[in-house]
Each structure stands twice: as C-alpha cells, then as structure tokens.
C-alpha cells in the first residue's frame, strides 16, 4: 500500500498592507481560525476591524434570538479586544437565514467603502471543510458577496445611493481592496505563523462562554480543537501552529 503523499506547503501571504476589514457571517467565526493571525497582525500595529453580518442571535437554542443578540454582540466585543481589534461592526442581518443576493452585497459594500481596508478576510464559502464534513448556508452566502462587495465598492455606479447618503455626506467608492482572503477554505494555498499568538487566539475563543456552553458540547476544550486546526497548518509551513487561506487577487487580470 503506498504512503499517502503530504499536503503540499503553503505560500507565505503578503504581508505588505496596513488596514484589513474581515467580514464573517457570526460572531465566533473569526475565532474558530483566524483569531491569531489577527493578533498577529494588530501587535505589528497593523489596523485589523470585524464586520459580523448577523449577530448569531439564532445560535443558542436555549435563549430566544432577542435575548442571544446583545448577549453574543457583547461577547464579540471582548473577544475581538482580547486580539487587539477596536472596530466592531454589527449589519444586523437576520442570522441562520441569510442569502447570497443584492441586499447581502450591498450592505458589505457600505462596510468596505467605510472601513477602506487594503485586505479583506472571510471564512471559507466552499461547500465543505475538506471531505464530507459541509458548511453551512450563511457562511457560504457571506463569502461569496464578500468578493462581489469588494468589487462593488469601487465602482461608483454600483450602489451610487452610498456616495449620497447619510447628515454627513456619501462614501466614496474604494477600489484599494488587493486582495480577499479565505481562512480554513480546503483550496487554502497560503499560511501565517501563528505560534506566538496562539494563546491570544485561543483566549478570544474562550470570550464566547454563553455560546460556547450554548452548543452543549460535553468536555469541550478550545485549545485542543483549535491546535487541531493549528497544528497541521503549522507543519504546511515549518513551524508550530499556523492559519491557512485561500487568496484572491483583486486586480485585473490577477
């Protein structure tokens, strides 16, 4: 029988920018793999902010969604500042239901024409995590008008009703975004180290007490299921715990 051959190494990302917006459908998504590339990111002074598109008020089943809502939009709050994340942003779109469309790209294009970030994260959007373990709608949903947002915020002519806008005047269009990154996307072909924030990542995991005890996984242990992820992450790399992505080049012709 012969050895199956190992994951092929991933490509070290650019690291060459200053402000990422990374738009998730949940709260909680970003700590269930990306949290510590953040970290790592914010304590090289780099500007990072989150944009949760609902606010994973259906994510509890013991507590009505009105009282889940301010509850988990709280514990985002603190997980985010624990990895050095100020900027907090809630769409407030309704959670478990939402769908790939017009209103999705539009409100994510406000966000990106607001923050005016040069990378912008999501989660994965493909069908599966690798195998037959399958994803679920709104994060599929999200991931896919993220990269339509993207494009969409610089063109002018695309939800123009933004540039006029608001007491304070319009956005303006903001085509900056270089390049949409997917973490633990199975069609991952670039990695981080993220060895010396790992702990920050797992802490921030652990700010999501209600949801976390919400889910009632019996004997639940964040460190160990995000080394899970970390560890073979880190081999693809050569080092001890990494985060993986899938990378999109925004330009034309990329």
Known sequence: MSTPEPPPRLEPL?????????????????????????????????????????????GIDGLHPDQARPLREAEQVDSARIVGV?????????????????????????????????????????DTWGGRSLNQADHIAVGKAVLDAVRDAGNRWVFADQLTAGPDGGLEPWGG?????????????????????????????????AYIDGLGWEHFDPREMLEGFARPTGQRLGVAFGAAFEVFPMGWGD
């Open 86 to 126: 100020e900027h907090v942003e809630f769409l407030g779109l309704p959670d478990g239901v939402l769908e790939y469309g017009v209103p999705l790209r539009a409100a994510i294009a406000r966000s990106v024409r607001a923050f005016r970030p040069d990378v912008v994260v999501t989660g994965n959007f493909r």
């Open 14 to 58: 650019d690291e060459t920018w200053d402000r990422m917006l990374c738009v998730v459908a949940h709260p909680d998504d970003m700590e269930f793999g990306a949290a510590a590339a953040v970290a790592r990111w914010t304590g090289q002074g780099r500007t990072v902010g989150y944009c949760m598109v609902t606010s994973g008020e259906a």
């Open 177 to 209: 975004v270089r390049e949409v990154w997917a973490f633990g996307s199975p069609e991952a072909t670039h990695g981080v180290d993220t060895t010396e924030t790992f702990d920050a990542g797992v802490a921030s995991l652990e700010a999501h007490r």
